[in-house]
Every structure is written in structure tokens, then in C-alpha cells.
């Protein structure tokens, strides 16, 4: 029987540990040391094709994957490397300009990159390879900032901002706001996202940094929305068709913001965008969504509970992209309807990055 | 030597856990060591060495009675134990079977470092046990006699998780020290505990509201407490004479309730069921077989509008299946209805089948048809109306069981209710009526306790006359005593009940037709008792015979007689 330990195993278990005991703490972090990873990969002597070092990437990776199940930050980063990768080669191979955009433009048409077996020995390959991996982790140590700098001109003064939840990212977009100018008054109303009602630490973040914060319920999202002129968002990840995956309550945002007229942008680094097309064109391997422990809503210990009622705990909820407007990255602000050639930039052809990892992109 | 050198030198202490893996009750059809019976399709092994993990074990060891070479295998095949990770290490104990023994055969080997958690393998814990390890290095510092932190999870009573017959009673101190550990008789009616509990101070709690997880944080002692205790087999054993001893030895135990966090054992068979039911209703998230259960992934792929976790290749045909875990290459065919189901791999379902909270392992053929629910079918049964060898389990009756719909289970279990309470008044005015006869207790006394019995089971005014007389009248046959001193005896009782209402002297009819039902012959007898103590009237007895009288009763000459002389005893007296 085949082996599954291999030189990386180590690392890649001491990595899964301290992401799993939080040693590794938030979603940048977490995309950080998996960069970390990979750039140990690429830059180690076990391969000399591009196709090895793939294959060694995907094998690592999916047992990655398979022992942090919840961190869907894993998943995107492992994959936009594999893209990365594969368009070193090519350049590489081409050594044209023109060949890289055709490349690009053939991410559209899956039929190229199916007979390009990436086996060709390529001098220079593996430079050209870590010197992108590094510009690729400089972009992610530059990406809170890349976005908190377009917050000055996303939000206007007096208006008044609704989140739901706790992101962090949001949090330093607000408070570069308000550090920003220093008479730019806005206001923002948190919505606790029950049941892990996280916005109630949210509401404190913003309260330490001198923003005029209002908690409600989620029940009164409907009634505060008239009084709302712009909702901001972090998700948990930004779909190709321009959805998303965020907490439970985000789709009833959108929905209320919708009807109210009142624009949604998300905030969301490239390390969110997910390779899935939308909740419900996906590949059988790709879960969307998850039933989490009940414990939230309900408590194990009432046993007329425990035996006689099924209680639901979604892990998240789906955005349709008709309920946002804009996605504020660390490359740039997009409309939502240009998420799909955004996304194919960063990962390639749906039919491409399906194939890696073989797996759930949860 | 410099004092540098000796700080190097200290070992880094090892985070360990011990897991006991000791004989599977026999109630399973399973050959296997306990860590590798399959739960929710996934061995039992794999949701401790999870829960380990995640608590940042260092170490886990793993005593195995039996199966060490399996275990050994599958802890290699899941990736288990690989550099980097938690480490693990399967132990075999030739001749160790119980929990007793393993835990000596621990001591013998002398692995332990410092504190460790200790488990069975069948404990499945979502709890993160950090914060179990914090109170237990926190209630060592305080008191130097501690030993162990047992943990235990809150399940009220009536829980489905509280399958055991004999369930735990905890006393605790403020401290959380455990004074007082007792598995009560359900039985039982009386509970004896030490006077010395209550007078241990303020914030004494008796806690009847716990299960048994059997996890607990165990210092460098408790091994060799084993040791000198060759009769310790049980963990119960271990912590019952650890309490019982503790003026001499001086140990102490501590209890910590686990707030909100799944933890239970798989057992026996009533908790192995509805484990499984509670890992299909993700009470252990993140220990299902969709998330993280193990080093290798499965492929669980889990539906969530109809929350069916199933693997690749299973086909469902036109059913209702909600709430299932389905192995791969299982086939499920039209107009089935699967609840809270476990379905191995490759297993098949026909047409028409109905099943609730079942556990089917691998390779099992369910025949169209076939209904049940709660029961165990071990690998490769094959299960239909006539021929069924599954293992069935006494579960109460949930609401989406089988062949019941709510309304008519709501309806049996009223009128269960009911038919007890009549036989309780029934029982219970015996009871007094004949210690009342024995010991000539004055008849005012026992109409007060007729009553009160009446009024404790709810019985409608118009049914007490038929119920009392039917006891009355059957007490001669009772106490073996002529009826002429019985109910000579009773009839203030039956002239104050069966009184001057027609209903009531009909009712008294029926119950002397009922008690007389096996020896008819006595009826007459008993009804010129009845008159002539004035308890009945002739009009009523005339016209009870001729028209309600039962064929038997109109049959017998002696009745006929006696109703031909009530007659002419009419016409005389108009």
C-alpha cells in the first residue's frame, strides 16, 4: 500500500495543528502559512517538472483540506498557487508575452490546458515559480491595507453603515474610515447574527475606536433598513457568479437591502474568492453548506429536544449575486457581474481547478 | 556541574491520554475489538483519537484487550500517528479483559509522565477537554490529595441518552469534590445516603441530572492505585472504592460538569443506538462522518435540506429519506420511508420499506415490506417479514416511529392510562377492604380511604358504585370466607355507595354478573343477600333480570326462583 507520509508530512501536521488550536489566528494568518507551505514545496528538490511539483501540491494539499475541513481559506489559497504555477510554466514554455495572455484567455477554454501535460523541462522554471510565490505572499501581507485604503472613498460622511456579524476586515475597513478623516461622522448598526452572535464583539471593536455603533437584533433588520444608506459585509467567501457564502442572516440583508434600495458591498480579500460557481452549480465533491452542532440553538441536556425535534444549525448562508452590488479586494473594487472573470484570473477555467484537489471545498 | 545543563536535561512534558479499550458486552454481533465497531459508519476508535486531537494530546496509548494487530492496522490506514501529529500507540494485553486489568497492565508498563486523560473507547466527546485538564491542575495545586476529575455530561431525566437502568446519583462539595457516587435501582424506593454529605457545608449539590461519559483527567497516582487493588475490575469499582477509602488512603476524586458539550458512550446497545441517533442529528459537529473524523477523507458528502450524509455511489429512488447516514454503494428503492437510519455500504433496500432509528451494516438486504424500528442488523442479514434476525431495542416511543401516526398514539397511551387507573382504584380498594375485614376496622374509616383512593386516581362519580361493588362482591371469593359474613360485614359500604340511584344498582347487577362470570350458581345466593340486606329493591333486580340480565344469569334455575319469588313477594307486598 501506497505510503502517505512523504517528506512534508511533518510540516504539513504541525501547520494543520496550529491552524486547528487557533495558534494560527484569523483567515489572513491562515492564508499566509499556507502559502508558507506551498513556497516550502516548490522550493524543495523533490521535483523537477512542473507536473511533479503539481502532483506533490495536490497530494499535500488535499490532505490539508481533509484535516481542516472549515477553513475554506486553505482550499482557495492552495489552488490559486496551482494556478500560478501552471501559468509559470506556460510562460515559461512560450517565453512570449502573448503566449501568457493566450493562456489566460484559454483559462475560457479548457480543451488547450487538457493537452498541455506541463512536463516539459523548463530552465529556470522553478525561479521564476518562487519568485511569483513571493510576490503572491507580499500581496497578502499588503492586503488589509490595499483595502482599507479604498475606504475613504466608499464611505461618505453622515451616512449610515449595517453589518451583521463579526469580520475582521470590515472592522479595520471602518476604522480607517474614521481614522481617516477626522470629521467624517457616519454611524454604524451591528446585527448580532444569532446564534453565534458574534456581533456583539463587533459592536465592541467599533466602540473602542470611537464609532457611533448600534446593536440590534436580527429580527429588527427589516425595520432599521430605512434608516440605512449603505450595507457592508465580509463573507466568508465571494462565489465566481458573484454570491456568496457568509453567516446565517446574511441572505436576509441582502434581501431587505435589496428591497430597500440601499447598496451592499462586500469586502472580501482575493484569498476569499472561492473557484465554486454558485450554490447551486457545483460539482457533487463541492459542499456547499453544512448542518453545524445544535448546541447553539438549542441545549443537548433537554431531552424532550434531544429525542423528538430536529434542530438546524446551517453553518452559512448564500447571497444570490443579485443582492450585491460591489466587492472591495485588495486588486480593486469589482461590480459584482465582473466576479466571474475576476475569479477566473486568480484560479482558471471551472472545469480547470474542479479537477485539482478533487475535493470539498468547504 | 552549572545549573543551566540540569534545566536542560528536564524532559518536556508530554501531553498523553489513555484509552481503554476493553471487552465489547456481548450484545453486539461484533468479534472485533470495541475501537473498531462502526458508529454512524465510522469505527468508535475514530471518534476518541478525533476528540483527543483536538484537545492537543501528545500521546495517546491505547490498551487493548483483544484486536491489537486490527486496531494497530486501522490506526495506520487512517493516517493516525503520523510525524507531526498526535502520536499513537496501540498497547496489547494478552490475558487483560477488563478495565481493572488494563489499567494494572498501564501501571506494570510505567508509561505514564504526569496527568493524562483517561477514556474508554466507546466515549464519544465533542467537548474540548482543555479547559477539563485547566480545573484538574488547578484543583491539584489546591488540594494535594487529589487524584482524579471525573467529567460528566448533563442529560435530565426522561433523556433518550439515559439508557442505562441504574442512573447516577452525584453528590458534590462547593469545591466540586465528590461526596457522594451511587448507581440507584430504578426500583428502589428508598435512598440512603451518608449523614457526613449534608454536613460538609454550604453548596453541597445532589445531582440526578448526569451521564457517564466515563472521561476523567487522572494524575501519576491512579495507576498504581490499580495495583493495590486487585479487585477493582470497573471504572465504578475504581471510583466507588477510592470514595468508600478515602479516610484511609487519604485520595479524593473531583467532578466537573461539562456546560453545554455533547459527551457519551456507545456501550451497550440501547446507548450504541442512540449515540448513533445523536451523531445523525449532529450533536457531536464536528465528529461526523462528513467533517472531521479522520486523517483521510471518506467522502461524507452531506445533504443539508434533508440532512442525509451519505458517500459516492448511493442511489435513492423515489423515497422519503431524511435524516440517514448511507454508505457507498448502497441501493435504496421506491416508496420507502427512512428516519434517523445508519446504512452500511453496499447494502439494499427494496420497495415499501419502513425503518426508524435502524442500524444496518454492511451488505444487508432489507425485503420489500419490511417495517421496523430500533433494532441492529449485523453485516449481511437479510431482513424481511418472515425471517428477521435483527436485534431489536427497547426505545420509548418516539413521534415519527413506525405503524404509529400521533393521534392515535396519543389516544393508546390515554387510554392506557386510564385502564391503570381503574385497576389501581381497583387494587388499591382491595387492598383496603380486606386488611379491613381482617382486622375489623371500623367501616366509617374505610369509606375514608375508599374515597381517597377514588378521588387520587380521578374516578368519575358514576363509576365508583361498579367498581366498589365488584370488589366487594369478589372478597368472599378473595378471602375464602362464606359471603354471608363478607358482605354482612361491607354493607354500610355498599348501601352508601350503591345508595338509592337505579344507575348505581345496575352498576352493582353488572359487577355481580361480572364477579359470578366463572361460578354462576353463586350469583343467586349473592343477590338474596343484596335484598335482603335492602341494598337492592325488587324493582330494580326485576327489571335488571329481564332485560339486561346476561344468558348465563337467565339460565340458572336458582336465579329464576328467586326472581318468580321476588315477584310474588312484589305482588303480595302491593
Known amino acids: 500500500m501506497k505510503s502517505r507520509m512523504s517528506q512534508f508530512t511533518e510540516i504539513r501536521n504541525k501547520l494543520a495543528f496550529n491552524i486547528k488550536h487557533g495558534n494560527i489566528q484569523g483567515s489572513l494568518e491562515v492564508a499566509k502559512a499556507t502559502a508558507n507551505f506551498v513556497d516550502l514545496i516548490a522550493s524543495s528538490d523533490g521535483w523537477t517538472v512542473a507536473s511533479d511539483l503539481l502532483k506533490i501540491v495536490n497530494d499535500e494539499g488535499k490532505k490539508l483540506t481533509t484535516a481542516l475541513p472549515l477553513h475554506a481559506t486553505v482550499a482557495n489559497v492552495l489552488l490559486q498557487l496551482m494556478h500560478i504555477i501552471r501559468a509559470e510554466y506556460y510562460y515559461a514554455v512560450n517565453q512570449s508575452t502573448q503566449a501568457v495572455q493566450r493562456f489566460v484567455e484559454s483559462c475560457m477554454n479548457c480543451e488547450e490546458i487538457q493537452e498541455k501535460k506541463f512536463s516539459a523541462q523548463c530552465p529556470g522554471l522553478k525561479d521564476a515559480i518562487l519568485d511569483h510565490i513571493a510576490e503572491y505572499k507580499t500581496e497578502l501581507d499588503l492586503s488589509v491595507d490595499n483595502i482599507t485604503e479604498q475606504a475613504a472613498e466608499q464611505i461618505q460622511p453622515g451616512e449610515v453603515i449595517m453589518t451583521i456579524g463579526r469580520s475582521s476586515i470590515v472592522a479595520a475597513f471602518l476604522q480607517a474610515k474614521k481614522a481617516s478623516e477626522h470629521f467624517s461622522d457616519f454611524q454604524v448598526v451591528v446585527a448580532e447574527g444569532a446564534p453565534q452572535c458574534e456581533g456583539v464583539k463587533m459592536a465592541e471593536l467599533l466602540a473602542k475606536s470611537k464609532i457611533q455603533t448600534t446593536l440590534i437584533s436580527d429580527t429588527n433588520i427589516y425595520s432599521f433598513m430605512s434608516r440605512v444608506t449603505k450595507v457592508i459585509l465580509g463573507t466568508n467567501l465571494v462565489l465566481r457568479s458573484g454570491g456568496l457564502r457568509a453567516l446565517p442572516g446574511a441572505h436576509m440583508v441582502g434581501l431587505v437591502a435589496h428591497e430597500h434600495k440601499v447598496p451592499v458591498i462586500v469586502v472580501a480579500p482575493t484569498y476569499k474568492f472561492s473557484s465554486m460557481l454558485s450554490e447551486s452549480h457545483r460539482s457533487d465533491n463541492e459542499t456547499f453548506n453544512l448542518l453545524a452542532n445544535p448546541q447553539g440553538v438549542a441545549k443537548f441536556k433537554d431531552g424532550i429536544i434531544a429525542s423528538n425535534v430536529k434542530v438546524l444549525n446551517p453553518m452559512y448562508d448564500f447571497v444570490p449575486p443579485d443582492y450585491v452590488s460591489q466587492v472591495v479586494s485588495n486588486i480593486g473594487t469589482y461590480g459584482v457581474s465582473h466576479m466571474f472573470t475576476a475569479i477566473n484570473e486568480l484560479y482558471g477555467a471551472v472545469e480547470e481547478s474542479a479537477k485539482d484537489l478533487k475535493m470539498a471545498v468547504v | 556541574m552549572p545549573p543551566k545543563d540540569k534545566e536542560i536535561l528536564k524532559e518536556k512534558e508530554v501531553l498523553q491520554a489513555v484509552v481503554v479499550d476493553d471487552l465489547l458486552s456481548t450484545d453486539f454481533p461484533f468479534s472485533g475489538p470495541k475501537g473498531l465497531l462502526r458508529l454512524a459508519n465510522v469505527r468508535l476508535l475514530d471518534y476518541t483519537l478525533s476528540c483527543l486531537s483536538a484537545a492537543g494530546v501528545e500521546q495517546t496509548l491505547v490498551y487493548a484487550a483483544q484486536g491489537s494487530e486490527q486496531l494497530q492496522e486501522h490506526v495506520r490506514a487512517s493516517g493516525w500517528g503520523e510525524p507531526g501529529a498526535m502520536a499513537v500507540q496501540v498497547v496489547a494485553c494478552q490475558g487483560s479483559l477488563t478495565f481493572g486489568d488494563l489499567m494494572r497492565e498501564l501501571d506494570a508498563r510505567n508509561a505514564i509522565q504526569g496527568d493524562f486523560f483517561l477514556l474508554t ?305 381497583f387494587n388499591e380498594v382491595q387492598d383496603s377492604l380486606e386488611r379491613g375485614f381482617g382486622e375489623k376496622v371500623n367501616t366509617d374509616d374505610l369509606v375514608v380511604e375508599i374515597n381517597s383512593s377514588r378521588f387520587a386516581n380521578d374516578i368519575p362519580a358514576n363509576e365508583v358504585s361498579l367498581w366498589v361493588s365488584k370488589v366487594v362482591l369478589g372478597l368472599p371469593a378473595a378471602l375464602k370466607k362464606p359471603p354471608k359474613d363478607v358482605l354482612a360485614y361491607f354493607r354500610p359500604i355498599l348501601r352508601k355507595y350503591v345508595g338509592k340511584a337505579s344507575a348505581d344498582h345496575l352498576n352493582c347487577l353488572l359487577a355481580l354478573e361480572e364477579v359470578t362470570a366463572e361460578g354462576p350458581a353463586e350469583a343467586a345466593k349473592m343477590l338474596t343477600l343484596l335484598y335482603q340486606m335492602d341494598v337492592l329493591e325488587e324493582d330494580t333486580i326485576v327489571e335488571w333480570f329481564e332485560e339486561s340480565a346476561g344468558q348465563q344469569l337467565r339460565q340458572q334455575a336458582n336465579m329464576r326462583k328467586f326472581i318468580e319469588w321476588l315477584q310474588t313477594a312484589e305482588e303480595e307486598s302491593d
Open chain 2, 121 to 425: 473507547a466507546d466515549t464519544v466527546c465533542t467537548a474540548d477537554l482543555r479547559p477539563l485538564l485547566l480545573r484538574h491542575r488547578a484543583t491539584c495545586a489546591r488540594d494535594k490529595n487529589a487524584v482524579v476529575t471525573l467529567a460528566f455530561a448533563q442529560a435530565e431525566p426522561q433523556h433518550a441518552a439515559r439508557t442505562e437502568p441504574k442512573q447516577l446519583l452525584l453528590g458534590t462539595a462547593a469545591s466540586g469534590r465528590v461526596l457522594a457516587h451511587q448507581r440507584l435501582d430504578p426500583d428502589a424506593r428508598n435512598l440512603d445516603l451518608p449523614l457526613d454529605l449534608i454536613l460538609q457545608g454550604p453548596g453541597v449539590e445532589l445531582r440526578y441530572d448526569l451521564s457517564d461519559p466515563c472521561l476523567a483527567v487522572c494524575s501519576l497516582a491512579v495507576p498504581p492505585i490499580f495495583s493495590d487493588n486487585f479487585d477493582f475490575q470497573t471504572r465504578d469499582d475504581f471510583v466507588r472504592g477510592l470514595l468508600l477509602n478515602e479516610d484511609i488512603l487519604g485520595h479524593t476524586m473531583y467532578a466537573h460538569i461539562l456546560q453545554d458539550e455533547y459527551a457519551s458512550r456507545a456501550h451497550s446497545l440501547p446507548s450504541y443506538l442512540a449515540t448513533s441517533v445523536d451523531v445523525i442529528r449532529r450533536w457531536t459537529f464536528p465528529l461526523t462522518p462528513d467533517v472531521s473524523l479522520s486523517q483521510v477523507d471518506r467522502g461524507y458528502r452531506l445533504d443539508v435540506v434533508f440532512n442525509i450524509c451519505k458517500q459516492s455511489d448511493v442511489s435513492i429512488g423515489r423515497s422519503d429519506v431524511e435524516d440517514c447516514v448511507i454508505g457507498e454503494g448502497s441501493v435504496i428503492g421506491d416508496n420507502c420511508r427512512l428516519r434517523l437510519c445508519v446504512i452500511g455500504k453496499n447494502c439494499v433496500i427494496h420497495d415499501d420499506v419502513d425503518l426508524c432509528g435502524a442500524v444496518l451494516w454492511d451488505q444487508c438486504v432489507v425485503k420489500k415490506g419490511f417495517k421496523k424500528s430500533h433494532f441492529l442488523a449485523p453485516e449481511r442479514t437479510v431482513l424481511s417479514k418472515n425471517n428477521d434476525k435483527s436485534i431489536s431495542v427497547k426505545v420509548e416511543e418516539r413521534m415519527d416511529s413506525v405503524d404509529s401516526d400521533t393521534d392515535s398514539s396519543e389516544d393508546e397511551g390515554e387510554a392506557a392510562d386510564e385502564v391503570d387507573e381503574y385497576e389501581n382504584f
